[in-house]
Structure formats: C-alpha cells, structure tokens
C-alpha cells in the first residue's frame, strides 16, 4: 500500500509502498487529518517519540476492510493512533474506533476527534465550565483553539478567542466566538474586557503568563500543549495573589488514573456530535501526494488540514 513515511528526525514526510499494517481491524483510510501534534512528532519534539522510519498521521475516518472484533465490513468509522493514519491503511485496535452517524460526512469525522476531545475535556473534566463564565482561548485559531470556542460555546460560556491577526480573529467569530483580542497587550486587553474565569493554552510562550495576569480571582488555567515550542515559567506568587489554580490536561495521564471519567466525557461529546452540534472547520484538503505541501501549512492553518488518502471508499 502507499503511506506517507517519516525516514529521519525532523522529515522530510514522502509517500512510499509499504507492506499493509497487522492489527485488530484494519480500516481503509478515506481522510487523515493533519494535527500540529503530528508535526512535532515527525520533528522530534513531542512529548513521546516515535523512532523513524514511520507513517505519521493521528486521526483518520474510513471503512472497515475486514470483519471482526464487533466491526462489519464496509463500516463507516473514524478513530485515532499515535502515528499510521497517513496511509491507505490502517490497522487499529477496536476500541480505537468509532461508526460515523448516518448524517455526518466522512471529512468531518476525520477532523472531529482529537482536537475536539483535547478541548472538550479541557473544559468539561478539567476546568468544569459552567454557564456564563468567561472562557478565554488562545492559539484560538487552530485545531485544537477553534474546537474550544466551538464546544465552549455551546457549553453556554462566554468565549474570548485570541488569535493573532484580523483573519484568524474572524474565523474565530463565526465558530461561536463572543469576542476575540489581540495578543498584543493582552493582560490589559483581558482584564477590561471582563477578564476571564477559565483560560485554555494550547500554546504556551509569553502570552500564557499575560493570559493569566488577566484571569479573574479564582480562575482555572489549563494547559493543553505548548505549539509556541516555548514551555512557559510562571511566576507562583500569582497563584496566591489570583486565588488561580493550573491544571493540564494530557490523554495518557487521564486514561491511566480516570479513565471512566474520561470514556463518560466521550459520550458525551460523541452524542453531541451525532446530534449534529459540532461543525469541525476544515481549512484545507490535499491528496495524498501533496503530503508536503499539507505539512508545510504549520500553524498557518485556521482550523484542520485533511489529506483525502482514498477517494472511492
């Protein structure tokens, strides 16, 4: 089969013939998405490595190719892995994988997972939103920022997206954003505008710590990942003088010590998501072949980048 294939630390990612992956259920991959997560693995600087070579690719939907394990043949389904869904093929373990509703589009599964989980579990488990509090996002334009306005929003929050230029800001409105801001200034700009009781960082850097400047007492900052390349160093005198708590939210730590929490949160962000909630943003999508050009989009994407690996399944 063809996958895309990471040979060396730090890439470049090419499409090569592999052999077709072992695994529980093997699904044809009809989208992958492209996550920045992914991009830091075939880098080298995620928190887990991944040793080369390898087919990078997290989040993928598809059909199941071979009955078994509680799937049909010819199901429609969606999922994740830590790397090989930038493939024809992937094989998965079968609770790794999820049906697509009837109503949802197969692109959209593939943008849905991760990044909606990520923020959904941000919120929900880790920060504990409630109606009309104030929830401050930034990196608000990307994969990971864009599902935290969205699910934020329908949360019943009062969401202030930051981003940093007027188009990501805009972007952010129509995903259900109240008010977007700058980063420019940003504790200032924070703190008039209301400040906020709940900020979520995918980001890290200078702005983490200026974000929580303008936290309102008795906030709660969670950190999601850190897509400055920057891991900030925040001074804990302002958790005293704030009343503000820090959490951070990692899949790995919660599957091992609250993992039925977190399978509840699931299903509860999967109903929403078959009700037909949650819009995931696409911003671009590239065959397969044009798996460069799709890696070199970073952090200029607004939204999620897909990779239409086989278009007749």
Partial sequence: MRAARCNAVGGPVVVEEVPEPQGEVPV????????????LVVRGTYQVKEEPPFTPGSEFAGVVARSGHGFEKGE?????VFVGAWAERVAVAAT???RIPASIPPERAAAFGVSHATAFNALRLVADVRPGERVAVLGAAGGVGLATVELAALLGAEVVAVASTEEKRAVCAKQG?????????????????????VVV???????SEQA???????????????????IPRIPLNLTMLKG????????G?????????????????????AEGAIHPRVHAVYPLDAVAQAVSLGRQALGKVLLEVNDGV
Avoid: C
């Fill in 96 to 98: 790794s994988l999820n």
């Fill in 177 to 197: 954003a109240h008010e977007v801001l700058p980063y420019e200034d940003l504790k200032r700009r924070l703190q008039q505008s209301g400040g906020a009781d």
């Fill in 253 to 273: 730590g919660w599957g091992r010590h609250h993992r039925e929490r977190l399978l509840a949160a699931r299903t509860e962000l999967h109903r929403m998501f």
């Fill in 28 to 39: 044809d991959v009809r989208f992958a998405a492209v996550n920045f997560a992914d991009l």
């Fill in 201 to 207: 960082d995918p980001v890290g850097g200078p702005h």
């Fill in 244 to 251: 503000v708590t820090i959490h951070g939210f990692d899949f």
């Fill in 76 to 80: 429609r389904v969606f999922g994740s």
């Fill in 212 to 230: 929580l400047r303008g936290m309102n007492w008795g906030g709660r900052f969670v950190s999601v990942g850190f897509a400055s390349g920057e």
